[in-house]
């Protein structure tokens, strides 16, 4: 899986005609960019962040005044994170409108809806680390969203076992955004690219 994915990124040769930018945009690859530099951003950020609910905001605080281009790391972390949200986004829309979610793709369109989600679900993760009143009342309402659904008093109390903002859930959102979430995340995206070696993409990589 490792391999067809370096021989996605980087093939040996690519038919002239389909390097046209307005074919497909490079949306997959700008998505994985911005994936990767939120792994190599959030790695950075680990280093100053205390995931208790007393020094949580203190340590951003101290990140973003006293840490040398700190304020700048975790803006790259937050624009990079909307970025591939809306990449995402496009990159789905595309597929709907090209059909190529239909057979023989329908396996990589069922990886790539849970990529979405799984991108989705990790930004929501790390909204509340930064422990500010707008991290509080957004997980509030997500808390209260997520209530309505099927099994959603469950869910909350896997997420959110004491209260929102509560040592334990900041921990368990906390090992979700950092550990959890990326582990599912690259492993998709890696099963993504693997899906379009094996169904020799839209594109006809040699």
């Not at 790695?43 to 304020?71: C, D, K, R, T």
């Not at 995402?88 to 369109?109: M, Q, S």
């Not at 509030?140 to 959603?152: D, I, N, W």
């Not at 950092?178 to 094996?198: D, E, G, K, N, Q």
Request: aromatic content about 12%; some cysteine.
């Amino acid at each position: 899986m490792v391999r067809d994915l370096i021989r996605h990124l980087f093939p040996r040769a690519v038919a002239s005609d389909t390097l046209r930018f307005t074919y497909t945009f490079c949306l997959g690859g700008l998505a994985l960019t911005c994936l990767l530099a939120l792994a190599s951003t959030g790695l950075l950020l680990l280093f100053y962040y205390n995931p208790s609910p007393a020094e949580a905001h203190a340590s951003i605080q101290f990140l973003e005044g006293s840490v040398w281009a700190g304020g700048y790391l975790r803006s790259l972390h937050r624009l990079a994170a909307h970025a591939l949200l809306i990449l995402l986004g496009l990159h789905t829309l595309r597929v709907i409108l090209t059909g190529a979610f239909e057979n023989p793709r329908k396996l990589n369109w069922v990886v790539g809806c849970l990529l979405l989600f799984a991108c989705v679900f990790e930004a929501y993760t790390g909204y509340l680390l930064p422990m500010d009143q707008l991290a509080y009342w957004a997980t509030e309402t997500g808390m209260a969203l997520l209530r309505t659904l099927p099994f959603g008093d469950f869910l909350r109390s896997l997420l959110v076992p004491d209260a929102v903002g509560g040592p334990l859930s900041l921990l368990r959102f906390f090992a979700l955004h950092v550990a959890v979430v990326p582990l599912a995340v690259f492993s998709l995206a890696m099963l993504h690219f693997f899906v379009i070696r094996r169904q020799k993409g839209l594109l006809p990589y040699l």
